[in-house]
């Protein structure tokens, strides 16, 4: 009995133990490579910033400084209000292009209430201002969606700070699908399990994620809607399944089934209905992703030979060669805009992930590692996620689409694969 008891002991403090190493298993992000050209940027203390239980500015200047494209301007711990135009010809002479001024506001129901202006120095005008309602708690949030109004009003594309990314962490025997901010920060756990997951992909609107998970001894596609945490199966055909992808309406995916022989491409409904073959080839088929107007599905195929980048129609049809230059060509991934597509190419024995230019053809190496994988554009098209290896154990990683700008996003002690880049969040 007192053995049992010490048993029962020892697996409950393990188990305690591996949610401990969960709890703190974030993202760490590093900074590996800056663009040439960066605006300078004046961001003061947010007044009465004092007032939050976890501050505002400092999560703006980080979201800002980590894009690669803005410097901040040191003016020292000073706080301006909203509610005050600021000295611009003075601010303009200490060297920055544009100046952010912001006031925390309490309310009477226990939320605070944001106020923030931007400004442009050199021509000496307000871009705009919002005010933003927030619990406490909320203040990563808050602080991203201002670091989103400047990224947009300063480059005129928007900004990606408020999304969210998936990947999978391996710890031991233990596989985790989690969930963070796009800063690798508030990580959380969507799925444990002691077999392997691969292949998370978002739902359009971000309330949901396609999977693999192979708990129970195969291959199957899940839908996991993330607020519930309720899953669906949605495709458990003999064989192996694999390789969901959205379409961009969200009604129905693109998946890899081996139900009929080789694996293959397939469309079916998010509800698991409907299941049909799109595409009949002699070699394997796999790795599809819809082109953002939904007409078409890029996909890797070894039909010709060697593994490359083919399209097909959605409505089905002759399959189109994409790619040409190289013999290993693998992991489409068409860009929001749809005029760039990232994939995953062989360079001298290294695989790193390249961009096509769909209309000129030009295509761009954009790595100089070993071992890339799984690319993921962000939401805006500026930057792509994608997996790599470093020291020996896998990490994130995040390249800038013209190269520039470089992350490095790692967890302590654990193998981090499979990223995916989630949505814009609704407003």
Known sequence: MIKTLRTLRLAIAALLAAFAVAAHAQLSIEITGAGASRMPVAIPIFESESALPRGITDVVRADLERSGL????????????????????????????????????????GRFEVRFRLFDTQRQVELGAQALRMAPQQNRATAHRIADFVYEKLTGQPGYFATRIAYVVKSGPRYELQIADADGANAQAALVSREPIISPAWSPDGQRLAYVSFEAKKPIVYIHTLVTGQRQVVANFKGSNSAPAWSPDGRQLAVVLTKDGL????????????????????????????????????????????????????????????????????????????????????????????VLDLASRQTMILTDSARDESPSFAPNGRMILYASESGGRGVLAAVSADGRVRQRLSVEAADVREPAWGPLPRQ
Not at 80 to 86: A, G, K, M, R
Not at 283 to 291: H, K, L, N
């Open 263 to 354: 694996s293959q491409l397939y469309l079916i409904n998010a509800d698991g209905s409907g299941v049909r073959r799109i595409a009949t080839s002699a070699g394997i088929d796999t790795e599809p992703a819809f082109s953002p107007d939904g007409q078409w599905i890029y996909f890797t195929s070894d039909r010709g030979g060697s593994p490359q980048i083919y399209r097909i129609p959605v409505t089905g049809g002759a399959a189109q060669r994409v790619t040409f230059e190289g013999g290993y060509n693998v992991t489409p991934r068409p860009s929001p805009d749809g005029r760039t597509l990232a994939y995953i190419t062989r360079n001298s024995g290294r695989f790193q992930v390249a």
């Open 70 to 109: 803005f410097s901040l301007v040191d003016i020292g711990p000073i706080a301006l209000p909203e509610s005050v135009v600021p000295d611009l010809a003075g601010f303009r002479s200490r060297g920055a292009d544009a100046i952010l001024t912001g006031t925390v506001v309490p309310l009477p129901d």
